[in-house]
């Protein structure tokens, strides 16, 4: 059974900029939530999708957005890059409601 | 008060010893308590859930969990190097569908 799929894997931007990420959920995993990692701040919750919809988010600004699709893979945006996003952004894939939560590879998003 | 608390670390300990991991957590209506190993540059592996009172046994990894003094743990029997990794407590609330809040981690350090 593959995993969590996340794309791309490593990405640079100016500042400015916008940028999408894509994860891909184990098959039949129809939860997707969104994390950020920083060195300083940890793992902080981003959002949830479930069934296309945004379930629960996070404390971030608008600037973090995301879309689940019917397939159940998930996008996540952020727009006018700070130099503070640089972190490592997570896809963590969620069968049901008290169950297991596993995380793609990962992107790694570097602001310059 | 953070809503998830651990000791950064690091926890030195010798190969072949019991490693011990703690977490405590502030709200008392969670309901499902997960362990997450982090190797540097890697994302999080899910190793152990925990759901009930009592300990939780897998392999040479076993889970406690004592909801009256909101109280998680993780032994790691028979530590080997290659447990060196930053540990991850993660509770999902009562309330927040799948969102999880994660400690900061204890970073783990086993010598030869």
């Known amino acids: 059974k593959a995993g969590v799929t996340q794309t791309p894997r490593y990405l640079i931007k100016t500042r400015g900029q916008q940028v999408t990420l894509s994860c891909s959920p184990i098959s039949g995993h129809r939860s997707v939530s969104w994390y950020q990692q920083t060195p300083g701040q940890g793992l902080q919750f981003l959002f949830e999708?479930?069934?296309?919809?945004?379930?629960n988010k996070g404390n971030f600004p608008g600037r973090f957005s995301g879309r689940q699709f019917s397939n159940s893979r998930s996008e996540m945006n952020v727009s006018t890059l700070e130099l503070g996003d640089s972190a490592l952004y997570l896809c963590?894939?969620?069968?049901?409601?008290?169950?297991?939560?596993?995380f793609g590879q990962g992107t790694r998003l570097t602001v310059v | 008060q953070k809503e998830v608390e651990q000791n950064s670390g690091p926890l030195s300990v010798p190969e072949g010893a019991i490693a011990s991991l703690n977490c405590t957590y502030s709200?008392?209506?969670?309901?499902?308590f997960f362990w997450y190993r982090q190797y540097s540059g890697k994302s999080p592996e899910l190793i152990m859930s925990i759901y009930s009172n009592g300990d939780k046994e897998d392999g040479r990894f076993t889970a406690q969990l004592n909801k009256a003094s909101q109280y998680v743990s993780l032994l790691i029997r028979d530590s080997q190097p290659s447990d060196s990794a930053t540990y991850l407590c993660a509770v999902k609330k009562s309330t927040g569908f799948q969102k999880l809040v994660f400690g900061t981690g204890t970073r783990l350090l086993v010598s030869p």
């Open positions: 709200d008392r209506g969670s309901q499902s």
């Open positions: 999708y479930f069934s296309e919809t945004q379930r």
């Open positions: 963590a894939s969620t069968f049901g409601v008290n169950t297991e939560a596993f």
